[in-house]
């Protein structure tokens, strides 16, 4: 696929029919930490004029921890797990309280998905929370999802939801991301240090990725940082969606695709979504290693990893669990998702499908990971 100009992708941005937006604690608060509701009903205004033209608007904003810790009593944002998730129960409901008077004002409605990477990883939860938010759209309703957090476990949470847009964006087939923070783009390194300049067009984020300067650590609401965002633009220009990166004071002209913020052209062609979940959404809970024989078939991209060619299974994991795929030196080949759980699969290893059949039952004859849940790195 040639590389577009950034005009070009201004203006597939400016036209797209569905589009993801999404908008980071940083943009929804004040000085102090605390929900700012001018600020919300500003990104409200500007959404409501996209929708209101006909496009889809899918809205994933964070802000729920930023709405509770003030209820609560806390001077600011929580630092361990269990209270910013008890946080976030109270502050996610007023969230949306805020964001169903704001869209009224528009005529318009509003739906709350909260979504944890766990469950969306299964094949099941996936196509329930696709079809979901599909019907949303279907009826007008601007879907407004947020990472479950309460539910969510420490170890594969998003955190951020800067990646979760991403992949919000791929399982409902947008025309564009829009990601608001509170800087209004991306620079070659963190904004606060002097030399540091504003990036207007990345055609490759991919390649781009080595030059810029980017801090993990985000503003004092906030939490991924920039790394985070770049890690969504990624995904959004592997998944062939345009990109842009402002901050929310720019939303009205960053979706008429004026020239603000920095925008990321698509690298890819639109490739299958729901592996795109597998590569991205969870991390893995084990690993399969294989020999060189399974190695070069996995690596050729549309071959299932067969028991025969695994020699070694690590960590604990339940059939349809993320798993790494590895060679024998350690190296990650891909990831997918275990058609086994992990304590079934030593008496399966080097055998083949007929063996499997003979000593196991036919319930042992399919694939460790089926290749259409693995995803070659
Ligand atoms: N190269 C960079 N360009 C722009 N911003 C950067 C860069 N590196 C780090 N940052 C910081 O990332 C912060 C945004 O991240 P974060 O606070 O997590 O936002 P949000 O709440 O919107 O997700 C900005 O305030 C900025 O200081
Ligand atoms: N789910 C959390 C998001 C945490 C967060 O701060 O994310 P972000 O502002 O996108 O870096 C919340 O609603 O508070």
Redesign the pocket.
Known sequence: MSTPSQADVRRAIAAAQTVVV??????LTGPSGHLDPERLDSLVTALAQVRLMGARVVLVS?GAIAAGFGLLGFDSRPADVATQQATAAVGQGLLMARYETSFARYGIRVGQILITAEDTIRATQYRNVQRTLERLLDLGVVPIVNENDSLASNEIRFG???RLSALIANLVRADALV?????D????????QPD?RR?AYVPNVIDALGD??????????????????LEAARVAAVSGIPAVLTCAANAGPALMGDPVGTVFAPVKQRGSSRRLWIGFAAEPRGTIVVDSGAAQAVRGGRASLLAAGAVEVRGAFSAGDPVWVDDEAGAHLARGLAGYDSEEIPQMLGRNTAQLKRFLGDQYAHPLVHRDNLVVL
């Not at 999404?22 to 943009?27: A, L």
């Not at 990601?179 to 800087?183: F, I, P």
């Not at 783009?185 to 606060?192: D, G, R």
């Open positions: 999404k908008v980071g604690s940083s943009s964070s951020d939801n800067d990601l608001l923070t509170d800087v783009a991306l620079y070659t390194a963190p904004p606060s540091s990036i810029i300067r980017v801090s993990g650590a985000g503003s004092k609401v906030g939490t991924g940082g920039m790394v985070t965002k």
